[in-house]
């Protein structure tokens, strides 16, 4: 099955979007469907059109956000026509598409039997696998790239990205998953970094966030750490809560400070942030795009 996004219009209650409105991708995914919720509650209801990737997915958002039938449709992240489609007269768009990995179910056998009948003490870790269609360079380069080019069709303003930290180390375990013995399917960072490099060259404006490590914590009770170049993975705490990366993205729609902006995001134990469009502010430059 082909890699689908889920994509909502939304008309903001933002002075720099009163007049259009935003598209998010991958709202049928856990940050994604964060980013869709808050948009979805700041602005008037049927004022909402989704994409998903299956009829089943559109009845859980519409349930999940009250919005009515008639506003969720089926689109593919592939298809360039679908996305030129959802993509008409849009202001901004956020994405929050990315490949998604399957544990292979004998993997986690073969794991349990090294540690239970053979007493193993590091027995390895889980093997992955990509849905058809599915993998890192079709759904983090190629979609992507479909994005941005069918945004910039469309007259876009500002392009929103939700990335991940690490795309500067080659060697980072999350290039290891899914890849096969010659070498294709993984790579998953360098891939999404490729394509970032391809949103700032189109001359799009844009912003993009390096999530840390991802929870499903609840947000807005953490301190929020903005900084570039994976420098934040060298820190104690690296993680984050969605909701909080979902906050940081649709504060900066429409926010001079957050554009043609790159920068990396996470949290820490403290007092919470409030002012998060504040994060803008700090003088912690851009990632750099040459190493």
């Not at 989704?50 to 039938?69: D, E, F, I, N, R």
């Not at 679908?82 to 768009?93: C, T």
């Not at 598409?97 to 349990?112: D, G, N, Q, R, Y």
């Amino acid at each position: 099955m082909r890699c689908l996004v889920a994509l909502c219009v939304v008309a903001l209650a933002l002075p720099a979007l009163a007049s259009g409105f935003v598209v998010v991708t991958g709202a049928g995914g856990k940050t994604g469907k964060l980013v869709f919720g808050k948009l979805v509650n700041r602005s008037e209801p049927d004022t909402v059109r989704g994409v998903v990737t299956s009829p089943k997915s559109a009845k859980k958002l519409c349930s999940a956000t009250g919005v009515s039938k008639d506003a969720v449709v089926v689109g593919d992240v592939l298809d360039r026509e679908s996305l030129k489609a959802a993509f008409e007269g849009a202001e901004s768009v956020v994405v929050c598409t990315s490949a998604v990995p399957k544990i292979k179910f004998f993997s986690i056998l073969k794991l349990l039997f090294k540690k239970m009948i053979l007493r193993k003490e590091n027995p390895g870790r889980p093997e992955f696998r990509w849905r058809k269609n599915g993998e890192p360079e079709l759904v983090d380069y190629k979609g992507l790239m479909n994005q941005v080019d069918m945004a910039k069709e469309a007259g876009v303003k500002q392009m929103v990205v939700v990335g991940s930290m690490g795309g500067t180390q080659p060697e980072n375990f999350l290039n290891t998953i899914g890849k096969r013995p010659d070498g294709t399917g993984g790579d998953i960072l360098l891939w999404k970094r490729k394509a970032e490099k391809y949103l700032i060259d189109s001359g799009l404006p844009y912003t993009i966030v390096h999530a840390g490590g991802l929870t499903d914590t609840e947000g807005g009770n953490r301190t929020l750490l903005m900084d570039v170049d994976d420098k934040l993975l060298s820190a104690d705490e690296r993680s984050i809560p969605r909701a909080d990366v979902a906050e940081v993205c649709v504060r900066a729609l429409g926010l001079p400070a957050a554009m043609n902006r790159a920068v990396d995001l996470a949290s820490k134990t403290g007092e919470a942030t409030e002012d998060v469009e504040g994060l803008w502010g700090l003088p912690v430059g851009n990632c750099d795009y040459s190493k």
